[in-house]
């Protein structure tokens, strides 16, 4: 089993629609959750990052964690065209020792 | 907030010869740093672990003597692609953290690699 999965998308939505973003992870013992942006042959740059279980908001961005089905998501409200990219969900595994990336969802919001 | 600076950010070589990649962390000091290699509409790989002082940690399937890793100091780290071949030709990206705790990481500009 993969350690971080996420669908690989395209997940296309219209302007002005919410997107729903999921990823799930195996390790257990993860504490530390990130979701990175990736514009096309752009590095990753991180917009959101949850430890706690829950909700956490910033902006038109919301992570939500839960750790018992070990699940977390990104929701985008209002979304715009610029926000088509690749989305990468980032889980830190072994306790801390190492920091495993999934394989990205493509997002297209069409203006 | 942190800075990671990734230089060049594309380079052509020909068949053979070897290219070096910077990474610098610009306002900070980052005892690890992380090299990631991505090739189109893939996710990124994590390629090795560069510790300040130390050997690099491989990712299995690495080869060590292709990709050389020097972290000199605490700001610099080079990776070395020696031998270059057409299938090196990927985007090459460093990332490094600030502190030791597990807090998100700060990716480099990356460098775009193609191999003729």
């Known amino acids: 089993q993969k350690e971080v999965e996420q669908n690989s998308g395209p997940l296309s939505v219209p302007e002005g629609a919410i997107a729903s973003l999921n990823c799930t992870y195996s390790?257990?013992?993860?504490?530390?959750f990130f979701w990175y942006r990736q514009y096309s042959g752009k590095s990753p740059e991180l917009i959101m990052s949850?430890?706690?279980?829950g909700d956490k908001e910033d902006g038109r961005f919301t992570a939500q964690l839960n750790k018992a089905s070990q699940y977390v998501s990104l929701l985008i409200r209002d979304s715009q065209p610029s926000d088509s990219a690749t989305y990468l969900c980032?889980?830190?595994?072994?306790?801390?020792?190492?920091?495993?990336f999934g394989p990205g969802t493509r997002l297209s919001v069409l203006p | 907030g942190a800075v990671v600076s990734q230089h060049p950010s594309w380079v052509i070589c020909k068949s053979g010869t070897s290219v070096k990649i910077e990474c610098r962390s610009l306002?900070?000091?980052?005892?690890?740093m992380f090299w990631y290699r991505q090739f189109p509409k893939q996710s990124l790989m994590l390629m090795a672990t560069?510790?300040?002082?130390?050997?690099?940690?491989?990712e299995q399937g690495v080869e060590k003597d292709k990709f050389l890793i020097n972290h000199a100091s605490l700001t610099l780290s080079t990776l070395t692609v020696t031998s270059a071949h057409p299938e090196d030709s990927s985007f090459y990206i460093c990332?490094?953290?600030?502190?030791?705790?597990?807090?998100?990481?700060?990716f480099g500009s990356g460098t775009r690699l193609t191999v003729v």
């Open positions: 990332s490094a953290r600030e502190g030791t705790g597990v807090y998100g990481y700060t």
């Open positions: 306002d900070f000091q980052a005892t690890t």
């Open positions: 390790d257990r013992g993860s504490q530390s």
């Open positions: 980032a889980v830190n595994v072994n306790y801390g020792q190492n920091f495993v």
């Open positions: 560069s510790n300040e002082g130390s050997k690099a940690t491989y």
């Open positions: 949850i430890y706690s279980n």
